[in-house]
């Protein structure tokens, strides 16, 4: 089986495309694929945890925490992204990584495809 | 010896969302990317401007002065001085009136030697065909 890495750049509310890219790593993983999903830029707000599932906002930290319990995906975020959002390494949802850019270029350098989702 | 060569596609205005200003910041992280790789694999960076994304390759930004941020000037001469490939679309850059004058087309201010270069959609694609994965921002 294969390797897709997925780097995404929206914000998880105010766009559906994070929504859409577990939604794509869970039909992957289902599969039997591995999955690294990257984000960055504003994207970096799914990293952060105790965020309240309002019904009317997009909230996919439940759909994470399964994702990262296959143990087929891994998630990552800008680290500088992150802090610059405010978002502190105490912040960041269980599970979730924080590195610099590189990590997401060599996901990609082993990846058997790339999924790239710009930001807005 | 591996290398996978990822081509940045650059089609977004500067400024107006964050988006190019990753695309050089990723591009400029390929220089460290060896510490996630093994012995002899390299990671093969290709910066290409089209669109309206060759609007980022204006000189004299002044993102410093007006948001007190970098401006995506300096990120590109750093690319530049890092010797990562830069290529602009000859034909947006004719299409918005452009003249390479008004481009930065080098780094040598900062010591770099490495120069961008104009050239046609076709020349763009050919870096695509032979990209091993396309990141479009």
Request: proline letters at 1%; aromatic letters at 8%.
């Amino acid at each position: 089986m294969g390797k897709l890495t997925i780097g995404c750049f929206s914000s998880l509310v105010g766009s559906l495309s994070l929504d859409f890219a577990v939604k794509l790593s869970e039909a992957a993983i289902k599969k039997g694929h591995k999955v690294d999903l990257w984000v960055s830029g504003n994207a970096t707000m799914l990293s952060k945890k105790g965020q309240k599932a309002f019904k009317d906002y997009s909230a996919l930290e439940k759909k994470v925490q399964e994702l990262l319990a296959t143990g087929n995906f891994q998630t990552t975020a800008c680290e500088a992204c992150a802090e610059a959002r405010g978002y502190k390494k105490d912040d960041t949802m269980e599970g979730f990584q924080r590195h610099s850019m590189d990590w997401y270029l060599a996901s990609c350098f082993s990846a058997d495809r790339v999924l790239h989702i710009g930001g807005d | 010896m591996a290398t996978k060569k990822l081509a940045f596609m650059v089609k977004t205005l500067p400024y107006k969302t964050e988006e190019s200003r990753l695309a050089l910041t990723h591009a400029i992280a390929s220089q460290t990317v060896e510490i996630y790789l093994e012995d002899g694999e390299m990671v093969e960076p290709v910066v290409a401007f089209f669109g309206d994304g060759v609007m980022n390759c204006l000189k004299n930004q002044k993102a410093m002065n007006t948001y007190g941020v970098t401006s995506i000037e300096s990120h590109l001469k750093n690319s530049l001085l890092l010797d990562l490939k830069v290529l602009i679309c000859k034909e947006d850059v004719e299409r918005l009136g452009l003249s390479e004058d008004s481009l930065i087309m080098d780094a040598e201010d900062i010591g770099g030697e490495t120069k961008a270069s104009i050239v046609p959609f076709t020349e763009i694609m050919k870096e695509m065909e032979t990209s091993d994965h396309l990141l479009f921002f």
